[in-house]
């Protein structure tokens, strides 16, 4: 997932030279793009005026979290994960306009016996053992749903597909 975001700068920059061209003023009103969510523009979205509108990202049926693979390490013959737990919005007018935040510490979590894992390979998912992480790039993006039990360990995992 290619996350390619427009500066500030950039949009400030392009505002000026439009206010110019059109003759409008330099001095901005109180409903300035800066600090709105229209100054920070991924690049190749075309946002217009108006609101965006967000929804949750989907979780497929038995997945409740969302995180952010840090590592994977072997660790006493058990694979070890560092995560972030993560939300997920999308844009719903383009479903590539993604934004993931942080909702909780990194932390450390060990797969459990028999855990699914599922990777990306182009845009086909293809099932590895949880040792695979360890020594793998992943082909898409750092983020996953995953699902864990009652002693805290992952029983499935599954990497995101963004356009």
Not at 10 to 16: D, E, F, K, T, Y
Not at 72 to 89: D, F, L, Q, S, W
Request: charged share 15%; aromatic share 8%; proline share 6%.
């Amino acid at each position: 997932m290619n996350h390619r975001y427009v500066s500030a700068a950039a949009v400030l920059a392009s505002a000026a030279a439009l206010l110019a061209a059109t003759g409008g003023s330099a001095s901005a009103g109180p409903n300035a793009a800066v600090g709105s969510p229209a100054a920070s523009v991924k690049a190749g979205s075309a946002r217009t005026t108006g609101a965006t509108s967000w929804k949750p990202c989907y979780l497929p049926a038995g997945y409740k979290h969302f995180f952010k693979l840090g590592s994977a390490k072997n660790v006493r013959g058990k694979t070890v994960v560092r995560v972030t737990p993560e939300t997920c919005k999308v844009n719903t007018s383009n479903d590539e306009d993604v934004v993931y935040t942080p909702s909780g510490a990194a932390r450390s979590l060990v797969f459990a016996s028999g855990a699914s894992v599922k990777v990306l390979k182009d845009t086909t998912t293809v099932k590895v053992t949880p040792k695979w992480l360890v020594n793998h790039k992943l082909a898409n993006s750092p983020y996953f749903y995953y699902r864990v039990n009652g002693h805290s360990q992952i029983t499935a995992v599954e990497e995101i597909y963004h356009p």
